[in-house]
């Protein structure tokens, strides 16, 4: 059976099945008390790994967040990213990945989630405009400092993965990957080799529901719902891999985190697998 928790990094373990935090609201009222009330409830299911993101509110996500959980249970990691520039009309957001606002959003993410290190940071994308040994060396500066623990990456090739790990020990790599899409089938593989955790976004395709009469026979065969079915397929997929679908309701959150809980058979895995991917 495979395990349910993973260590990132070779140290900070975590239960496999992880919670986004991205669609959750952060403008005042009651979405917001909603969403805070979702964070919690996250907690206290036993989620041990949340992911935010400056991008997500361009830091009020990382309030709130820090607002609903904050002291942190010891064995919450909030994993979030950096290196994106917010959009200055007319220009819309860009990547940004110049030494100066990387760090800069390192310590915007450091006080707004109100910790005096950012235990897993992941470079939101890499920016082109600028070196890759210039991006990584400057978030290894930060690690030694001691305001990193663990940096990861997200959407990269496997080129860039190699490339980067001749420059950084990389912890984790976040990339668009689900039952339905599996573009980055060679990067998860890349991961598994190297015991590197791979974090899933968007780990349930909002398809699934219709897409395929094999994904809804193996549903009722568990008394399962579509998405609990694709993240158990995913939790089957790799030891290394860390689903983090995300929600703002609590009664969804609830179906998610029991995804864990779901055994699929050897025959049933197989099926869903020989899906083809849209």
Partial sequence: MTSSTFRIGGELGVRRLGFGAMRLPTEPGPDRQAAIAVARRAVELGVTLIDTAHMYGWGANEELLAEALYPYPDDLLVATKVGVAPPDPPHEATLCGRPDFLRDQVEQG???????????????????????????????????????GHIGLSEVTVAELEQARQI???????????????????????????GIAFLPWRPVHP??????????AVAAELGATAAQVSLAWLLDRSPVVLPIPGTASIGHLQENVAAASLRLSVDQWRRLDRIQPG
Avoid: F
């Avoid at 984790?172 to 089938?185: F, I, M, P, T, W």
């Avoid at 398809?207 to 809804?216: F, K, W």
């Fill in 207 to 216: 398809a699934v529901t219709t897409a395929t009469a094999e994904v809804a």
């Fill in 110 to 148: 450091l006080r707004r989630l109100r910790v005096d290190r950012l235990e897993l940071l992941q470079l939101h994308r890499i920016d082109p405009a600028v070196p890759l040994a210039d991006q990584l060396g400057t978030l290894r500066e930060l690690q030694v400092q001691g305001k990193i």
């Fill in 168 to 194: 950084i020990d990389v912890a984790s790599v976040q990339n668009r990957y689900n039952l339905l899409d599996r573009e980055h089938e060679a990067v998860l593989d890349a991961c598994a080799a190297a």
